[in-house]
């Protein structure tokens, strides 16, 4: 028997059900195409709860993070916060991979690619040290298909 979520675990999936609803056009369009690449063993999640963060995607199995960035990540400010979220992430166990959102939309291919490479080097990785990240109980993820929509 499972114990109900928390107050805590309720905000975070309503947060993270909003982000998700709410996502960039770069995000939607990278979300519909992760499934191009063969990625045996990895289950991808939008709009992800880590810590204090919320990160665009992240693969729990292999702890990868993939995160999409616009301008406003370009400033010193932006940097400062990104460099501190990536310090938290790593000492997690994740791995950070960053794109801008132009990388999406004008070099999609070799998104795709970089990702299937990575991940592809992470499962290695961890295989050899026989090291996977388990997947969190709650999870904030829609199914992968349909997403909460409604058949109409």
């Avoid at 199995?61 to 995160?67: D, N, S």
């Avoid at 690619?113 to 592809?120: E, K, L, M, N, S």
Wanted: proline content about 5%.
């Amino acid at each position: 028997m499972t114990k109900p979520p928390s107050k805590l675990d309720r905000f975070r999936i309503a947060n993270s059900r909003r982000l998700r609803n709410g996502a960039t056009d770069a995000e939607t369009k990278l979300w519909r195409h992760l499934e191009r690449i063969p990625l045996e063993g990895t289950h991808f999640r939008r709009q992800v709860p880590i810590g204090p963060y919320f990160v665009d995607f992240a693969c729990h199995q292999i702890g990868l993070v993939i995160e999409l960035d616009g301008s406003q990540h370009a400033s010193d400010a932006g940097l400062q916060r990104d460099e501190k979220r990536t310090a938290f992430l790593e000492n997690e166990g994740y791995s950070v991979l960053r794109f801008w959102n132009s990388d999406v939309f004008e070099d999609l291919n070799a998104v795709l690619d970089t990702i299937f490479a990575i991940v592809q080097q992470r499962q290695i990785l961890l295989a050899e040290a026989n090291h996977f990240h388990p997947t969190p109980a709650h999870r904030a993820d829609p199914l992968h298909r349909g997403e909460g929509e409604e058949e109409i």
